[in-house]
């Protein structure tokens, strides 16, 4: 990956920042790509520009895609309550936007054959939001195929690449990587909600706030916040 590009996809949240800085410590120059994708708030998208400013990114884009016409997700229904209960095995949670990573994954492609990059980078992780059909192995495999079919440049062999390094691992590896990369994790937003700080109880909160403590970084938590 040395001297390549990247486009890296930036919601703001602890995983993707994290998945850019790993990108940029294998030598690439990364490019940040994020989406207003009619979210409930802007706090998300706040926070991927100041994750991009902080990680000095080559460039960083925001791309609207209103996903929140047609609804279907309590993300981008203000209608429907954010789940507060915890991830249950074998359920996809009311946060599932449908067709999301699809759509986010073929712009993000777009934009890595326009500017020549050979590296998609993405922050999706299967082990703690597992109910996500979208941010599983099988997905990113068989996206990686079409992705080949679908340009030029991977007709000709030179398609980029999905790389999804977080896919498989736990919380708390990430926010220990994301400690060692000095990833700026206070600038970052995970949060359902859009408050002035996090709410602590929905799951997001609760999974960062765990990975948080488990990693010795309770400052960090949502409650520290306030």
Not at 19 to 46: K, M, N, P, T
Not at 119 to 134: E, F, I, K, Q, T
Not at 174 to 180: G, P, S, W
Request: hydrophobic share 40%; net charge negative.
């Amino acid at each position: 990956m040395t001297d390549s590009t990247a486009i890296a996809l930036l919601s703001g949240g602890l995983d993707s920042a994290t998945a850019a800085a790993l990108a940029q410590e294998a030598g690439c120059r990364v490019i940040g790509l994020s989406f207003d994708y009619g979210q409930r708030h802007r706090r998300e998208l706040q926070a991927a520009a100041a994750i991009a400013e902080a990680l000095n990114l080559a460039e960083h884009h925001t791309i609207s895609v209103n996903l929140a016409s047609w609804g279907g997700s309590s993300l981008t229904d203000s209608a429907q309550a954010l789940p507060v209960d915890g991830v249950q095995d074998g359920v996809i949670p009311s946060t599932y936007v449908p067709g999301r990573n699809t759509v986010f994954i073929s712009i993000g492609l777009s934009l890595a054959e326009a500017r020549g990059a050979d590296r998609l980078v993405l922050g999706v992780n299967a082990v703690d939001y597992s109910g996500y059909p979208d941010c599983r192995p099988d997905y990113l495999d068989a996206f990686q195929t079409l992705a080949d079919l679908s340009s030029k440049v991977g007709r000709e062999g030179r398609g980029p690449r999905l790389w999804a390094p977080l896919v498989e691992w736990s919380k708390q590896k990430i926010v220990e990587e994301a400690l060692r990369l000095g990833v700026p994790i206070e600038r970052s937003w995970s949060c359902y909600s859009g408050g002035d700080h996090p709410c602590g109880v929905c799951d997001s909160c609760r999974i960062r706030d765990a990975a948080l403590q488990a990693a010795g970084r309770p400052d960090l938590c949502s409650s520290a916040s306030r």
